[in-house]
T-cell receptor
């Protein structure tokens, strides 16, 4: 166990559905991240939160909406997704995103399929 | 543009041999480089970090080298075991204004056969 828990592990949704991914970290870290991993592609950073404030948004479509109510929880709200959004969505945490030289702790991911 | 290259073809080796994985990069000046292991259906797990002023780092059967002139890192697993079979990702850090902004490669799949 890495100390980062993601739910659900698998999700199938239609293009008109609304769903949310949840991430919780038990490591006392200050930063949380959402990454997207598609087949044969590198991990793509989507959002970064530091102390509950969004510090990075990498040109992600508005159909993805993050929420960070506290430093231990992170959500990714999904609505009107497209089939090309099907991927493994990974949550990660680190102690401090600005300190550098830090390792990321990843959850097991949510495998999302959009029909 | 910035680019990280890892061998997209799977690396198959025999148990007991040394596996060597390559990470090449262009148009980067990273402050550090990290290696992660990823098993199917799981998130990446951190293995090693090496800084730009370090040539080599070791941890048990793992060894990482970092050549900033060649813009290359090599990741070695000695006395490989079937349990080492996984995808290995390299990630470069500190490339855009500092901080912990990691950019990942696509990974290389390693298969260790009996």
């Amino acid at each position: 166990e890495t100390g980062v828990t993601q739910t659900p592990r698998h999700l199938v949704m239609g293009m008109t559905n609304k769903k949310s991914l949840k991430c919780e970290q038990h490591l006392g870290h200050n930063a949380m991240y959402w990454y997207k991993q598609s087949a044969k592609k590198p991990l793509e950073l989507m959002f970064v939160y530091s102390l509950e404030e969004r510090v990075e948004n990498n040109s992600v479509p508005s159909r993805f909406s993050p929420e960070c109510p506290n430093s231990s929880h992170l959500f990714l709200h999904l609505h009107t997704l497209q089939p090309e959004d099907s991927a493994l969505y990974l949550c990660a945490s680190s102690q401090d995103p600005d300190r550098g030289f830090e390792k990321l702790f990843f959850g097991s991911g949510t495998q999302l399929s959009v029909l | 543009s910035q680019k990280i290259e890892q061998n997209s073809e799977a690396l198959n080796i025999q148990e007991g041999k040394t596996a060597t994985l390559t990470c090449n990069y262009t148009n980067y000046s990273p402050a550090y480089l990290q290696w992660y292991r990823q098993d199917p259906g799981r998130g990446p797990v951190f293995l090693l970090l090496i800084r730009e002023n370090e040539k080599e780092k070791r941890k048990e059967r793992l060894k990482v080298t970092f050549d900033t002139t060649l813009k290359q890192s090599l990741f070695h697993i000695t006395a490989s075991q079937p349990a080492d079979s996984a995808t290995y990702l390299c990630a470069l850090g500190g490339v855009t204004g500092g901080g912990n902004k990691l950019t990942f490669g696509t990974g290389t799949q390693l298969k260790v056969e009996l």
